[in-house]
């Protein structure tokens, strides 16, 4: 029978990026801080009912349209396209893009079955005809996965007359956007290339 502590312990060690012995630092955080433990378990245990989809660009939110596509001080021509909604928050933090967003909660990926139907990719194209977007910029990771979701954007959006770009590769090939850091992406985003 497992006590209490292994059982948070190996429930820990499955979040990305918890091994063993962050798992036991965190544990035992919590168990000298009842008051931290407290406010972590009703942080966590309100996540689900608070935290929705928005209905436009997929993005986080807590119920609604996001802040982003609320906020009247937005570039409304503009749509950046990222894979998921945390990468949205990288490339704010650099504070070099202030246009719209759109989520298309994955990539193409044949390797693990993930195929344009998937993707929120019918979404964005609707957004662009209905929005009057003049420019789609595509912010994916670097890597063939990435590369495979782009064209396939790219073959699907060129029909619609939009200027579609893709951020620069000051990205190193092969990392997620998660782990690069905001003066990589604000230089990627500056030294965005149109596609053709």
């Not at 990435?146 to 200027?163: I, N, S, Y």
Request: aromatic share 4%; hydrophobic share 40%.
């Amino acid at each position: 029978m497992i006590g209490p502590l292994e059982e948070l312990l190996q429930t820990l060690v499955r979040l990305p990026g918890i091994g063993r012995r962050s798992a036991e630092r965190i544990a035992f955080f919590l168990l000298n801080r009842p008051e931290e433990a407290k406010r972590l378990a009703e942080a966590v245990g309100s996540l689900h009912g608070k935290v929705k989809r928005c209905p436009r660009c997929f993005n986080l939110s807590e119920g609604g349209l996001c802040p982003i596509c609320r906020d009247p001080g937005r570039d409304r021509g503009t749509i950046c396209v990222v894979a998921r909604p945390w990468e949205i928050m990288k490339l704010e933090r650099t504070g070099e893009y202030r246009g719209l967003y759109h989520v298309l909660g994955g990539l193409i990926s044949p390797a693990e079955g993930t195929g344009p139907e998937d993707l929120a990719i019918e979404a964005l194209l609707r957004r662009v005809r209905e929005e009057r977007i003049g420019e789609v910029i595509l912010a994916l990771e670097p890597k063939l996965e990435g590369e495979l979701t782009a064209m396939h954007l790219l073959e699907r959006l060129k029909p619609l007359g939009v200027k579609v770009s893709q951020i620069a590769q000051g990205v190193p090939v092969g990392r997620d956007l998660e782990v690069a850091d905001e003066v990589t992406l604000g230089k990627a985003l500056r030294g965005r290339i149109e596609l053709s």
